[in-house]
T-cell receptor, first 116, second 113 residues
Framework: NAGVMQNPRHLVRRRGQEARLRCSPM?????VYWYRQLPEEGLKFMVY????????ESGMPKERFSAEFPKEGPSILRIQQVVRGDSAAYFC??????????????FGQGTRLTVV | SQELEQSPQSLIVQEGKNLTINCTSS?????LYWYKQKYGEGLIFLMM?????EEKSHEKITAKLDEKKQQSSLHITASQPSHAGIYLC?????????????FGPGTSLSVIP
């Protein structure tokens, strides 16, 4: 059973370009969470999605960032018109349907975005 | 504001020594997680505590959650270089449905051979 898969592992973008980060949850998992880890900072929650629904996006920046988790395919975190401050490690986690507080969330290896 | 505090911020110990990392919150926590992150890598799940007073152990690592469910400690016995990394505590704040996990700032551990 493969774990949470994120790709690419490393992504370099020039300022103003778009960045697309993909997350394939563990098999059977329907909850996906995105976190951002800025250099020298902790993990900050961004968004929580279930299939085709955004449940909690309280941590998403108001502009340029969007996330989706379609019925088929991976979850996508999209950053438009990237700026240097977007450089960070982006982690995805997943948990199974019907999850309740106390269920372990499995994390991917992260995508390291560098904006040049 | 930081909802979860961790102390110490960083720790350097000699191999073989014991150490403790603390995680505190001003609010009751429902589900307290401990993860380890190797530098530049993803998170590895260590343990999850739910009940007040609960204690779990895995190999040389023991985690406890206090009765009020506002404080947790992670204790490593006879530390080894393989224990080096960043230790993150995380917690959910809702009891009735799955809530996002909020993380503390992390504790960086270095173990000197």
């Amino acid at each position: 059973n493969a774990g949470v898969m994120q790709n690419p592992r490393h992504l370099v973008r020039r300022r103003g370009q778009e960045a697309r980060l993909r997350c394939s949850p563990m098999k059977g998992h329907s909850h996906v969470y995105w976190y951002r880890q800025l250099p020298e900072e902790g993990l900050k929650f961004m968004v929580y999605l279930q299939k085709e629904n955004i449940i909690d996006e309280s941590g998403m920046p108001k502009e340029r960032f969007s996330a989706e988790f379609p019925k088929e395919g991976p979850s996508i975190l999209r950053i438009q018109q990237v700026v240097r401050g977007d450089s960070a490690a982006y982690f995805c986690a997943s948990s199974p349907p019907g999850a309740y507080t106390g269920t372990e969330a499995f994390f991917g290896q992260g995508t390291r975005l560098t904006v040049v | 504001s930081q909802e979860l505090e961790q102390s110490p911020q960083s720790l350097i110990v000699q191999e073989g020594k014991n150490l403790t990392i603390n995680c505190t919150s001003s609010k009751t926590l429902y589900g307290l997680y401990w993860y380890k992150q190797k530098y530049g890598e993803g998170l590895i799940f260590l343990m999850m505590l739910q009940k007040g007073g609960e204690e779990k152990s895995h190999e040389k690592i023991t985690a406890k959650l206090d009765e009020k469910k506002q404080q947790s400690s992670l204790h490593i016995t006879a530390s080894q270089p393989s224990h080096a990394g960043i230790y993150l505590c995380g917690a959910a704040r809702m009891k009735t449905s799955y809530d996002k996990v909020i993380f503390g700032p992390g504790t960086s551990l270095s173990v000197i051979p």
